[in-house]
């Protein structure tokens, strides 16, 4: 079952412009993650909070965790063309591996 | 960094027949690997947890009997696909968890599966 709910679904920017998406989830997580796709392609790993961290940073990406509202931002600053794609997050609930995603956001960026 | 591999990365089968997809972890030893599945513009699905050594844990509404998994060895995990219908094509990924890491899993590209 899907754990995860994404907003914007789809989202469309110009090249240069910041990008937000939102990831809203049920349980109690042990780390949330957020892993970008290309169409038709294997997921990349971005990023993964800790379930006892706030934010973290990595290059020109932002990922904030807030486990009382049960949801995480990922912000993609200076946006490139070569950023568009499918976003997902996903949580992780125990340390067996098991990884619940969200919809996703599918980003287009405008050159 | 970690690579996983998949083979094949597309197949094209006849309604009936079972296909074979092959999920490797190419230079790190996975004791976890996932089976997922994905159906156009939608998310990914968990379909099953594959144990070295034991076997795969099913989610619910998932079939074993249609989708045997068999993980031989700590590098090398297969979803047999039997019977195909229709249906079942999809687009199915593998990953693969690192032993004593912080839960990161590493994705294969995938297989395109199409059962005419």
């Known amino acids: 079952s899907q754990q995860g709910e994404e907003d914007p679904q789809a989202l469309s920017i110009q090249e240069g412009e910041n990008a937000t998406m939102n990831c809203s989830y049920k349980?109690?997580?042990?780390?949330l993650q957020w892993y970008r796709q290309n169409s038709g392609r294997g997921l990349v790993h971005l990023i993964l909070?800790?379930?006892?961290?706030r934010e973290k940073h990595s290059g020109r990406l932002r990922v904030t965790l807030d486990t009382s509202k049960k949801s995480s931002s990922l912000l993609i600053t200076a946006s490139r063309a070569a950023d568009t794609a499918s976003y997902f997050c996903?949580?992780?609930?125990?340390?067996?591996?098991?990884?619940?995603f969200g919809q996703g956001t599918t980003l287009q960026v405008k050159p | 960094g970690a690579v996983v591999s998949q083979h094949p990365s597309w197949v094209i089968c006849k309604s009936g027949t079972s296909v074979k997809i092959e999920c490797r972890s190419l230079?790190?030893?996975?004791?976890?690997m996932f089976w997922y599945r994905q159906f156009p513009k939608q998310s990914l699905m968990l379909m099953a947890t594959?144990?070295?050594?034991?076997?795969?844990?099913?989610e619910q509404g998932v079939e074993k009997d249609k989708f045997l998994i068999n993980h031989a060895s700590l590098t090398l995990s297969t979803l047999t696909v039997t019977s195909a219908h229709p249906e079942d094509s999809s687009f199915y990924i593998c990953?693969?968890?690192?032993?004593?890491?912080?839960?990161?899993?590493?994705f294969g590209p995938g297989t395109r599966l199409t059962v005419l």
């Open positions: 594959s144990n070295e050594g034991s076997k795969a844990t099913y």
């Open positions: 996903a949580t992780a609930t125990s340390n067996t591996g098991k990884l619940i």
């Open positions: 909070i800790r379930s006892n961290e």
């Open positions: 349980t109690s997580i042990n780390n």
């Open positions: 230079d790190f030893q996975a004791t976890t």
């Open positions: 990953s693969a968890r690192l032993a004593g890491g912080n839960n990161e899993q590493f």
